[in-house]
């Protein structure tokens, strides 16, 4: 099995390929480092230009790549952590 490519495109998505790649990576034994290694040798078009703009301390591990891809190109919404991060605002009260 290889590991799959995902570019970006509209018609791709993401949450899939990045299952795919999760169960790839079940399959074969990598360090975290060769995992981020070899997701981003499997980027291309649109996800790999959008990769050349982001500093590589923001993607060292899988977790905060995954997090960071996610955010680019999936639909699906994280409502944990939308929720967890919802936050009275010193005008509001709690009614409203």
């Known amino acids: 099995m290889k590991c799959p490519k995902f570019e970006g495109k509209e018609n791709e998505d ?3 390929w990045y ?3 999760k169960a790839f990576f ?3 034994t990598f360090s975290e480092a060769s995992e981020v290694k070899i997701i981003n ?3 291309g078009g ?3 230009k959008f990769m050349h703009g982001v500093d590589v301390s923001q993607y060292d591990t899988v977790r905060k ?3 960071l891809l996610r955010d680019a190109f ?3 919404v994280d409502w ?5 991060n919802w936050k009275q605002m010193p005008d509001e009260k709690i009614k409203t």
Request: aromatic fraction near 8%; charge should be negative; hydrophobic fraction near 40%.
């Open 26 to 28: 079940e399959l074969n």
């Open 80 to 84: 944990y952590n939308v929720l967890t």
């Open 65 to 67: 790549l995954n997090i």
């Open 46 to 48: 649109e996800a790999r």
């Open 19 to 21: 299952d795919d790649v």
């Open 41 to 43: 040798a499997n980027l």
């Open 74 to 76: 999936s639909d699906r």
């Open 14 to 16: 993401y949450d899939v």
